[in-house]
């Protein structure tokens, strides 16, 4: 179930390789990878998505975030995936939580209002405010 964010991003919990060409048809551009491979068993594996995502002739990138959280390099591994896209991006993991949660952290390190990332994400099903404290301080205080 594809949840978009904005027109630009939208997230979704695991994809298989046999969603691709749907995900192209629908007017994605690039795909995101939030999810390590092996977290769960019979998960595909982000060369399986990939081979498939460049097939469909969409952009792939892997960013996993496993459970030690997220880091500056994450972010801006985000932020430069986004700004490569020419279109509409998805980005996946288990639920799209991860991927929610790295999109509004990275768009709030570029300078985004952090309580309009709290509400797209809502708009989406996300609830991003345990993150608002950080959100707030990558953001510069806004």
Not at 87 to 97: D, E, F, I, K, M
Not at 113 to 135: E, K, S, W
Request: glycine share 10%; charged share 15%.
């Amino acid at each position: 179930m594809i949840r978009p964010l904005n027109d630009r991003v939208a997230v979704a919990p695991q994809i298989t390789p046999a969603d691709l060409p749907a995900i192209a048809a629908a007017g994605y551009v690039a795909i995101v990878n939030n999810r390590p491979d092996g977290e769960e068993p019979g998960q595909p594996t982000g060369e399986a998505i990939r081979a498939a995502a460049e097939a469909a002739g969409l952009r792939y990138t892997a960013i996993p975030i496993d459970q030690s959280g997220f880091s500056q390099p994450q972010l801006d591994a985000m932020t430069g995936a986004l700004a490569q896209a020419e279109g509409p991006v998805l980005a996946y993991c288990r639920s799209g939580t991860r991927s929610c949660n790295l999109w509004a952290l990275a768009a709030a390190k570029s300078g985004r209002d952090p309580a309009l990332l709290v509400a797209q994400a809502a708009g989406a099903g996300y609830d991003l405010n345990g993150l608002r404290p950080t959100l707030d301080a990558l953001a510069g205080g806004r």
